[in-house]
C-alpha cells in the first residue's frame, strides 16, 4: 500500500495546482472541462465538489483518482507527485493509494459482501496479509458501516442502502488517507441519504481520513462539508466553509446556487464605505457591497434570504422596508413561507413558526441592512 504519511507537515494529503482538462468535441473545438483549479486537502478534511451538472465535478475527481488524464498541472498526495504535466509524471490509478466510492455503487452483484470487500486487500500487491487478517480485517469492516450480519449475502440480493453500506466498505477497508465519494447517495431514497450522511461523517471524524465528496446537492454540500468548492464551468467559483458560503458568496453564481435568495436588481445610487444603495424595481435597498469594483451608476443584484425578512403590519424600523400584499402563505413546519407581492414582484419571507397570513393582507418587509448584498450584476 502507497505510504501517504506526509513527508513534511507540511505537506497537505492532496494538492491540486493549476489543473486543466479539456475534452474534444465532435465538431473539433475543446470544452474546458476543469479549467485551472488550485486547492489542498488538509489531513481529516472534508472537501465538498459542488455545482450545476456539466460544471466539471467528476472529471475532477476522476483526475485526482488517476481515472483521467488532465492535459495541464499537478497533483500530488502528501508531497508526492502523483501527476505533473511539466515532469510527465503520472502514476496508475491502482498505485495511488486511494478508495473511491462511486454513485452505481460499482460491486459485483453475484458475489458476497464479504468477498466484495476482501477483494482490495488481496489485490494490493505490497502489504501482504494472512487469509485471517484479511477475514477480521473485512468483518470489522462491515460491523463498522452496520451490515455485519450481511456478510455472506449476495449484493444483487441487497436494498441499495445496503449496497452502499458494502461499497462504502470496500473503500474503507484499506484505511487509506484519502477516500473519494462520487455522487455516492444519489441512488438511495431519502430516508437512507440522510441516515448515511450522518453516519459517513462519524466514520471519517473517527478513522480521519480526508475526504473529497462530489454532489449537485446543495443541502447535502453544507451538511456533509468542513469546506465547499463551488465549481462554475471548470472554474473555482469559491472555496470555503458552508457558513461562509451561505452567508458571504463571493458572486451572484454561488449566492444563488446556495440556498434560496431573495433577487432584486437595480442600479447603484450611492456608496459609503462597504455599504452601497441600491434603486430597485420594488424600492430603494441598502445592504453590504461584495465587491470594490462596483461605482454609483453600476448595474447590481441586491440579495437576501427570505430568513432574513420580518414581516409586520405596524410601522417598520429597519432601513430597508417594503410595502407589499400576501400572495400566498404557506405553513411548512419548522416556519411559514409568505409570499408578498411588491410593486409587482414576488419576494419571499420565512418566519419561524406557524403565522399563516391571508392572501390580500397588507403588511411590511424588513430587511436589516447587514442581510442585503449588493453584488454585480454580470456575476453569474
Ligand atoms: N468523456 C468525455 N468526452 C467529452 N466531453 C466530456 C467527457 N466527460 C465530460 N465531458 C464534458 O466536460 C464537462 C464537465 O463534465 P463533468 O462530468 O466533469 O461534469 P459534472 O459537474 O460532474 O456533471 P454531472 O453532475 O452531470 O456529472 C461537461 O461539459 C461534459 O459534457
Given at each position: 500500500m502507497p505510504d501517504l504519511s506526509p513527508r513534511e507537515d507540511r505537506d497537505p494529503v492532496v494538492r491540486v495546482e493549476?489543473?486543466?482538462k479539456g475534452f474534444r468535441r465532435r465538431d473539433g473545438s475543446t470544452v474546458p472541462a476543469i479549467d485551472g483549479v488550485s486547492f489542498d486537502?488538509?489531513?481529516g478534511d472534508f472537501l465538498v465538489l459542488l455545482g450545476p451538472s456539466g460544471c466539471g465535478k467528476t472529471t475532477l475527481l476522476r483526475s485526482i483518482a488517476g481515472l483521467e488524464t488532465p492535459d495541464g498541472g499537478a497533483i500530488s498526495f502528501s508531497g508526492r507527485p502523483q501527476f505533473s504535466a511539466a515532469s510527465q509524471t503520472n502514476v496508475p490509478p491502482e498505485r495511488r493509494g486511494v478508495s473511491m466510492v462511486f454513485q452505481s455503487y460499482?460491486?459485483?452483484p453475484h458475489m458476497t459482501a464479504f468477498r466484495n470487500v476482501s477483494y482490495p486487500l488481496e489485490s494490493r500487491r505490497s502489504g501482504k496479509r494472512s487469509k485471517s487478517e484479511i477475514a477480521s480485517r473485512v468483518r470489522e469492516t462491515l460491523d463498522l458501516v452496520g451490515?455485519?450480519?450481511?456478510?455472506?449475502q449476495y449484493v444483487a440480493q441487497m436494498s441499495g442502502g445496503q449496497q452502499q453500506r458494502v461499497a462504502l466498505a470496500r473503500a474503507l477497508v484499506s484505511n487509506d488517507a484519502l477516500v473519494l465519494f462520487d455522487e455516492p447517495l444519489s441512488n438511495v431514497d431519502a430516508k437512507v441519504r440522510e441516515q448515511l450522511r450522518i453516519e459517513l461523517l462519524s466514520l471519517q471524524r473517527e478513522l480521519g481520513f480526508a475526504a473529497i465528496f462530489v454532489t449537485h446537492d446543495q443541502a447535502e454540500a453544507?451538511?456533509?462539508?468542513?469546506?465547499?468548492a463551488v465549481l462554475q464551468e471548470g472554474r473555482l467559483a469559491q472555496l470555503a466553509s458552508p457558513l461562509e458560503i451561505y452567508t458571504r458568496p463571493a458572486n451572484r453564481y454561488v449566492a444563488q446556487f446556495i440556498g434560496t435568495m431573495n433577487e432584486n436588481l437595480g442600479t447603484?445610487?450611492?456608496i459609503k464605505g462597504e455599504t452601497a444603495e441600491v434603486e430597485t424595481g420594488i424600492g430603494s435597498l441598502t445592504g453590504h457591497l461584495n465587491a470594490e469594483s462596483v461605482a454609483v451608476g453600476d448595474r447590481v443584484a441586491a440579495m437576501w434570504r427570505p430568513e432574513s425578512g420580518t414581516m409586520t403590519n405596524s410601522d417598520p424600523v429597519a432601513?430597508?422596508?417594503?410595502?407589499g400584499t400576501v400572495k400566498a402563505s404557506m405553513f411548512v413546519g419548522s416556519y411559514t413561507e409568505q409570499v408578498v407581492d411588491v410593486a409587482?414582484?414576488?419576494v419571499r419571507v420565512q418566519v419561524p413558526g406557524a403565522n399563516v397570513l391571508s392572501p390580500g393582507d397588507d403588511v411590511w418587509v424588513e430587511i436589516s441592512e447587514v442581510d442585503v448584498l449588493v453584488m454585480p450584476a454580470e456575476d453569474t
Open positions: 493549476n489543473l486543466a486537502v488538509g489531513p460499482a460491486l459485483w451490515v455485519g450480519e450481511l456478510e455472506q453544507m451538511q456533509l462539508g468542513s469546506r465547499i447603484v445610487t450611492a432601513a430597508n422596508r417594503l410595502r409587482g414582484q414576488d
